[in-house]
């Protein structure tokens, strides 16, 4: 939303040039890596170009996460469409279609899509139009009022963050029998009056360079924690270190620092296929596409 305010051009081209290469990049390695003594089922080469140009299947794509990803390739070109429609309504456009697209996807059980997920993407548009009012209103607020904001402000994000990490979302979630139906509600809505709460109260302020970072680095993050943790896993278990039927659900001392381990190491991993991929490789796709200019 933010990035198509004035004009969605390349909107569509840019976002596939900045999530393709390192989700190619992942799938291939998790292939490779079938059988092997972290990932026991095989692929075929066939299922491998189905994963990789995001063919849908009634079963997941070879990366774990593709899934995700596939339907956020889908929200992209769902947007870039509502952006040709009518550029300033381009948010209500998107989200009518994925609110129709959701409720076909429900009735007719197409069995891949078969999931709300699409509508956490209303969510974000709706948290979008939330920041962006607050931001541009002209404020009569006093100096006591902006306090006040502030403080209501830190207290949702607190309560929300709370919330979302808490037993009772869990237990929400799990008795309802439909993770996925029940996650945009318990999940998505806390989530998205987080981050309306956080971009608000850092209106005016400058965003603290580790939030940057770690903003800059959560897609690596997202898709390389998978390969971090099954390799602790299996190097802890190589070591006689760890059981095979361990339990990580268990709140232990082991748990908790297996748990920090696989955080920090993930944030390096990320860190440095962001600086190789998701900087150097992307920027020279982007020259070669876009013909773009080399920074300086």
Same mark, same amino acid.
């Given at each position: 939303?933010?990035?198509?305010?004035?004009?969605?051009?390349?909107?569509?081209?840019k976002r596939?040039?900045?999530?393709i290469p390192?989700?190619?990049?992942?799938?291939?390695?998790?292939?490779?890596l079938?059988?092997?003594?972290? @990932?026991?089922?095989p692929? #075929?080469? $066939? +299922?491998?170009? =189905?994963?990789?140009?995001?063919?849908?299947?009634?079963?997941?794509?070879?990366?774990?996460?593709? !899934?995700?990803v596939?339907?956020?390739?889908?929200?992209?070109?769902?947007?870039r469409?509502a952006?040709?429609?009518n550029?300033?309504?381009?948010?209500k *456009? %998107?989200?009518?279609?994925?609110?129709?697209w959701?409720?076909?996807?429900?009735?007719?059980?197409l069995?891949?899509?078969y999931?709300?997920?699409?509508? =956490?993407?209303?969510?974000?548009?709706?948290?979008?139009?939330?920041?962006k009012?607050?931001?541009?209103r $002209?404020? $009569?607020?006093?100096? @006591?009022? /902006?306090?006040?904001? #502030?403080?209501?402000?830190?207290i949702?994000?607190?309560?929300?963050?709370w @919330?979302?990490?808490?037993?009772?979302?869990?237990?929400?979630?799990?008795k309802?029998?439909?993770? =996925?139906l029940m996650?945009?509600?318990?999940?998505?809505?806390?989530? &998205?009056?987080?981050?309306?709460?956080?971009?608000i109260?850092m209106?005016?302020k400058?965003?603290?360079? +580790?939030?940057? +970072?770690?903003?800059?680095?959560? +897609?690596?993050?997202y898709?390389w924690?998978?390969?971090?943790?099954?390799?602790?896993?299996?190097?802890?278990?190589?070591m006689?270190?760890?059981a %095979?039927?361990?339990d990580? @659900?268990? &709140?232990? %001392?082991?748990?908790?620092?297996?748990?920090?381990?696989c955080?920090?190491?993930?944030?390096?991993?990320?860190?440095?296929s962001? /600086?190789? *991929? =998701?900087?150097k490789?992307?920027? !020279?796709?982007?020259?070669l596409v876009?013909r773009? $200019?080399?920074?300086?």
């Open positions: 939303m933010y990035v198509t305010q004035s004009s969605a051009k390349y909107y569509l081209i596939l040039i900045r999530v390192l989700y190619w990049i992942v799938t291939i390695i998790r292939f490779l079938s059988p092997s003594p972290i @990932y026991s089922q692929y #075929n080469w $066939k +299922f491998l170009l =189905e994963s990789l140009f995001f063919i849908p299947k009634n079963i997941q794509p070879i990366f774990n996460l593709g !899934w995700t596939n339907h956020v390739i889908m929200f992209y070109i769902i947007f469409l952006c040709l429609v550029l300033k309504d381009r948010g *456009i %998107a989200a009518a279609f994925m609110i129709t959701v409720c076909s996807i429900q009735i007719f059980k069995t891949y899509f999931t709300p997920l699409p509508l =956490e993407f209303i969510l974000g548009i709706i948290a979008f139009e939330i920041t009012y607050a931001h541009v $002209k404020s $009569k607020n006093t100096k @006591y009022g /902006k306090i006040i904001k #502030n403080i209501v402000c830190v949702l994000s607190a309560a929300s963050l @919330y979302m990490t808490s037993y009772p979302a869990m237990v929400i979630i799990y309802s029998g439909d993770w =996925e996650r945009p509600a318990v999940l998505g809505i806390p989530a &998205m009056i987080l981050v309306c709460s956080f971009c109260f209106k005016d400058k965003t603290p360079k +580790f939030l940057l +970072f770690l903003g800059n680095i959560s +897609f690596s993050c898709l924690h998978i390969f971090v943790v099954a390799f602790a896993k299996l190097l802890l278990q190589k006689n270190l760890l %095979a039927d361990h990580f @659900y268990l &709140m232990t %001392a082991s748990n908790f620092i297996f748990m920090v381990a955080v920090l190491l993930t944030i390096a991993v990320s860190w440095v962001y /600086k190789l *991929i =998701e900087v490789l992307t920027s !020279w796709i982007r020259r876009l773009e $200019k080399k920074n300086p």
